[in-house]
């Protein structure tokens, strides 16, 4: 089965740059989204085909995908970003996610 | 503004059938091209897709519990179901639905979610 692998964790400045990868085998030829789930809540979409962000998601979320690897870029991450984030992709008509990266904002 | 809610039992008994209802509300579950989605979280882990409805009834599984679960609609009530048998305390979960556009589409708004516990 089609796996997506993801770092446990990512701890970043109040400010600085975030970035969350998601690797999977030719995961370039796949559309990549990404998730943002904070304590106790549900899931919420912050980019959808590799880079497009929903309404309301702050221009600071942005992502890319290309080979084997998509990323998830938070610049100038605010405390307000501090959540678990998923990448998700599909693979034979089935929906994959990525075991989930946290990112704490020290 | 599409919404979705979760209800369900709380608990289930080993062995036994969760069954679990999703509400939409805002817009109507036989809009062209929407798919409808369950998902489950276990205390402390990671998202995991449990399958996804079409208002026709046309349902997709992952393999990892196909041949336990079953997802439909009832239009006429703008509501859509699951239905998982031979629950184990593995089953225990947060239980969402979602709503997506198109069949491989990217999923949004969630509902809130409902935890299931599965316990004797």
């Known amino acids: 089965s089609y796996e997506l692998t993801q770092p446990p964790s990512v701890s970043v400045s109040p400010g600085q740059t975030a970035s969350i990868t998601c690797s999977g085998d030719?995961?370039?030829?796949?559309?990549v989204c990404w998730y943002q789930q904070k304590a106790g809540q549900s899931p919420v979409l912050v980019i959808y085909?590799?880079?497009k962000r929903p309404s309301g998601i702050p221009e600071r979320f942005s992502g890319s995908n290309s080979g084997n690897t998509a990323t998830l870029t938070i610049s100038g991450t605010q405390a307000m970003d501090e959540a678990d984030y998923y990448c998700?992709?599909?693979?034979?008509?089935?929906?994959?996610f990525g075991a989930g990266t946290k990112v704490t904002v020290l | 503004q599409l919404q979705l809610q979760e209800s369900g039992p709380g608990m289930v008994m080993p062995s036994e059938t969760l069954s679990l209802t999703c509400s939409v509300s805002?817009?109507?579950?036989?809009?062209?091209?929407?798919?409808w989605g369950w998902f489950r979280q276990p205390p402390g882990k990671g998202l995991e897709w449990i399958g996804s409805?079409?208002?026709?009834?046309?349902?997709d599984y992952n393999p990892s519990v196909k041949s336990r679960v079953s997802i439909s609609v009832d239009t006429s009530k703008n509501q859509f179901y699951l239905r998982l048998g031979s629950v184990t305390a593995a089953d225990t979960a947060v239980y969402f639905c979602?709503?997506?556009?198109?069949?491989?589409?990217?999923?949004?708004?969630w509902g809130q979610g409902t935890l299931i516990t599965v316990s004797s």
């Open positions: 979602a709503s997506a556009y198109d069949s491989t589409g990217y999923y949004s708004p």
């Open positions: 998700q992709a599909w693979d034979s008509g089935t929906a994959v």
């Open positions: 030719e995961l370039g030829e796949k559309y």
């Open positions: 805002g817009g109507s579950i036989s809009s062209s091209g929407y798919y």
């Open positions: 085909q590799d880079d």
């Open positions: 409805i079409y208002y026709s009834g046309s349902a």
